[in-house]
Every structure is written in C-alpha cells, then in structure tokens.
C-alpha cells in the first residue's frame, strides 16, 4: 500500500518559515517525481513545486522563496517555505507523480498552513 504521510505544517506570522515533509511508502521512491500541491479555501487545487530526476520545477507565485529537497535515504521530500505570504494559506499535500496528479494518483492527507498578516 503506497502512502504518502505530510508534516511540517502550522501558524505562521507573514514573512516567517516553515518546513513541511513528505514520508513515502509503499512505492520506489527513486523512481518517482515527487511534489506538493495546495488548496486555498474556494480556490482550485493548484501545482507548487516538483521533483524528478534531479529536476525541481516551481509555481511563479513560489519561485525565490520555496525549495523542494528529496532525501532518498529517507524517503522523505521536503518543503522550504521562506518568505511566507497570508496568499500562501492553504492546505498542502503530498502527490506523486508530478506536476500532475490525477485523482487516481497517489495522494497525502494533507497539512494546514496559515499565515497570519
């Protein structure tokens, strides 16, 4: 059974940090891009970074101020999140593959970030 298992979230003043995490199992976790997505209150679920094969890819809205980060021996990927916005507030998840990710694909229960102005 694959599982995707999201931690890291939390409260956060405008400007701060967090480190969000993504624990795999179940799956070859080399052999899979791995990223995040989020989902603001009546928005749409949208893309915010990717990993694969040594590439990493970003949502404008994020470039300069999140970095996604794989550790293999882990199986962990991480989330980076400097610079922090109150537009950042959603909840993330874990989704595998990416940048795309259907609801057949493989997904993590999901963890709140907000950030408070």
């Known amino acids: 059974e694959v599982q995707l298992v999201e931690s890291g979230g939390g409260l956060v003043q405008a400007g701060g940090s967090l480190r969000l995490s993504c624990v795999a199992s179940?799956?070859?976790?080399?052999?899979?891009?791995i990223g995040w997505f989020r989902q603001a209150p009546g928005e749409e679920r949208e893309g915010v970074s990717c990993?694969?094969?040594?590439?990493?890819h970003y949502a404008d809205s994020v470039k300069g101020r999140f970095t996604i980060s794989r550790d293999s021996a882990k199986n962990t990927v991480y989330l980076q999140m400097n610079s922090l916005k109150p537009e950042d507030t959603a909840v993330y998840y874990c989704?595998?593959?990416?940048?795309?990710?259907?609801?057949?694909?493989?997904w993590g229960q999901g963890t709140q970030v907000t950030v408070s102005s």
């Open positions: 989704a595998a593959p990416c940048p795309v990710a259907g609801p057949r694909d493989y």
């Open positions: 179940g799956l070859p976790f080399d052999d899979y891009a």
């Open positions: 990993s694969s094969d040594g590439d990493t």
